[in-house]
């Protein structure tokens, strides 16, 4: 067949699939009934690519009328991407999304190995951090001190202690913590396994991924379930890597089979990250497993972690953190901002917010990543509203395969320390975001909020984007600057 197949945008009049036209129409369905103005703003915005900065934006802010008027953004957002989003057989003809998992597959049922680590189960809270590996007082000192420069939110620090004050938590044995695109380095199957959980992996058939896997199952104390073609050899490890793999784009109504027949109580991890527009489609894929799996799975938990690098509402005691920065700045960086015309170093807030909003969207990223990071926001949202357990964590900036392939992005963390920024390696960030699904799944998605945005702010691990003294855009160019200098120092 040519053309894409699986999980695909809409054909526009011409035949096209744009990832634009669905952009636009999605962003402005989900601002239209709270923000009418907005939506036609979004309908009408002739350059997205570069435009859409704005129109994100517009979607927090529309939200933050009332509670009813997020979850409308984020119901109405949802609903938009599902009538518009179509799946294309490998050899049928294509069909609206909602309805791919009444299709026949055509492909063998998957089957379940199961692979027991050998490795010793940990009992005790610890973070690897710059060489050392923390726990006890060495790691509350470390939380003290991220909340004093703040990194963190306070209310990532006591999240995060009360995991250390409570070890029993951390064995997940009794729950069935299924990690959609188990190879991504911001996941929690490393830790889950080494706290003596019970891990489902779920990723692409590529055999050099399931070797990594399987490796780091044999390394911990914990159980890793893997789909695999029928008649894989279970007890040799070239097979499973050969035989594994449940490929959610292409192959969803298979991977649904499988998942809907586990035992246990599933916690269903968002974790996928493809480059380009193929994001919006797997982001999208993983969206409709997730409503299937709850149709027919109704005690299942939820689990995202968020990009910092997104618009978010935040409290009045990060304002004020960042307006004492922004007052203590020293002579070169207010020259540098007046030198500039107020292109450069800009505050991150007016005075006195309550909420701000935090815009540290990176143009480099763009729309397609936007939308699917915005998707998971809303499915969060929703979810939790209708009375799941949710786990949505803001997860700090990590020096990611995917985040140092981009030269700029890679420059601009390099560079990012000099304006209070912290970024993490990634055992460090995906330590701590286990640790904190950890405390969510004790604790039935942490304490109940008023409002989403206040759920989203919840142990938020920003790196200190939300706390700086100037808008985090308005830094970005001075730190590619400053990172590509030391990158030649």
Not at 230 to 253: S, V, Y
Not at 439 to 463: F, I, M, N, S, V
Request: charged share 20%; proline share 7%; with cysteine.
């Amino acid at each position: 067949m040519d053309g894409p197949t699986g999980v695909v945008f809409p054909a526009t009049g011409d035949g096209r699939r744009s990832t634009t036209v669905l952009g636009r129409a999605v962003v402005a369905d989900a601002l239209r009934a709270v923000d009418p103005v907005g939506a036609r703003s979004a309908e009408h915005e002739t350059d997205w690519r570069h435009g859409y900065l704005g129109h994100f934006r517009r979607l927090v802010e529309a939200g933050l009328l009332s509670r009813e008027a997020a979850l409308t953004v984020a119901r109405d957002g949802l609903a938009a991407l599902h009538a518009r989003m179509r799946y294309v057989p490998a050899d049928g003809a294509e069909v609206a999304l909602d309805e791919v998992f009444a299709l026949p597959d055509g492909e063998p049922p998957l089957e379940t190995a199961t692979v027991t680590g050998a490795g010793e189960v940990e009992r005790e809270l610890s973070l690897p951090y710059r060489g050392q590996r923390l726990r006890g007082d060495d790691l509350r000192r470390r939380l003290d001190a991220w909340v004093d420069a703040g990194v963190v939110e306070p209310s990532c620090a006591e999240a995060v202690r009360a995991v250390q004050a409570n070890p029993d938590w951390l064995d997940l044995s009794d729950q069935r913590i299924v990690v959609l695109g188990a190879g991504a380095e911001m996941g929690p199957l490393p830790s889950v396994l080494r706290w003596g959980g019970a891990v489902v992996a779920v990723d692409l058939p590529r055999p050099e991924i399931w070797r990594r896997l399987l490796r780091t199952a044999h390394r911990h104390g914990g159980r890793l379930g893997l789909p695999v073609r029928p008649g894989t050899a279970a007890d040799d490890d070239a097979a499973l890597a050969a035989g594994a793999g449940a490929d959610l784009l292409h192959r969803l109504p298979q991977a649904a089979r499988w998942l809907r027949d586990l035992d246990g109580r599933l916690v269903l991890g968002n974790y996928v990250y493809a480059d380009g527009a193929t994001n919006v489609r797997v982001a999208t894929a993983v969206d409709a497993l997730t409503t299937h799996l709850g149709r027919h799975r109704p005690d299942a938990a939820l689990a995202f972690l968020a990009t910092p690098t997104d618009v978010y509402a935040v409290p009045a005691e990060a304002v004020a953190h960042a307006e004492c920065g922004y007052a203590a700045r020293g002579p070169a960086r207010r020259a540098l901002r007046l030198l500039s015309g107020g292109r450069l170093l800009h505050r991150n807030y007016p005075p006195g917010a309550d909420p701000g909003i935090n815009d540290s969207l990176v143009p480099q990223q763009g729309p397609n990543y936007a939308l699917a990071k915005r998707l998971q926001r809303w499915r969060a949202a929703v979810a939790r509203d209708a009375g799941a357990t949710v786990s949505f964590t803001v997860a700090p900036p990590t020096r990611t395969r995917s985040v140092l392939r981009n030269r700029a992005l890679a420059a601009a963390y390099a560079g990012a320390h000099r304006f209070g920024i912290e970024v993490f390696e990634p055992a460090t960030s995906n330590t701590l975001m286990a640790a904190l699904l950890v405390h969510d799944l004790r604790t039935g998605g942490g304490p109940a909020q008023e409002h989403p945005w206040r759920d989203e702010a919840y142990a938020a691990a920003h790196g200190g984007l939300w706390r700086v003294p100037y808008a985090p855009r308005s830094a970005l160019g001075l730190a590619v600057l400053l990172g590509l200098g030391g990158a030649r120092a």
